[in-house]
């Protein structure tokens, strides 16, 4: 069972590490190999430790837990863009775990947040 709890500092590693190992699989050929052949999991790190040190009413995101293991995240700048609302900056699962309905439930969990925040907003998320 997917359980879902609010983002916060000492969720870092785990993100990071998803975050590198996502990048890598996925940005080969967009991004420079030297940048994602280095050390990543660092680079990583500290921008989650900046962006979760700086969390806010309109700054904010979930783990996704199967049992004791994280599993996924989600983060979203609240009231982003006066157009089109929310930015959801991240949504990462777990290759081997995509296709189970673990990011649909991160998103309704967001989606819920942010109809709190801005009813009258949407979300939006960019995609390379």
Not at 18 to 47: C, K, P
Not at 85 to 91: D, Q, R
């Amino acid at each position: 069972m997917i359980e879902l709890h609010e983002i916060r500092q000492s969720d870092v590693p785990f993100i990071a590490r998803m975050h590198a190992d996502s990048w890598r699989s996925v940005y080969r050929g967009i991004l420079q190999d030297e940048f994602l052949d280095g050390d990543l999991i660092a680079n990583r790190e500290a921008l989650w430790h900046k962006r979760l040190a700086e969390l806010s009413d309109l700054t904010f995101g979930f783990i996704a837990r199967q049992g004791d293991e994280p599993v996924g995240f989600v983060f979203v700048y609240g009231k982003h863009h006066e157009e089109w609302g929310s930015l959801i900056e991240n949504l990462h699962v777990q290759p081997n775990l995509k296709g189970q309905g673990i990011g649909r439930r991160m998103l309704a969990a967001i989606g819920e947040r942010c109809n709190v925040l801005a009813p009258d907003a949407g979300m939006y998320l960019h995609v390379y």
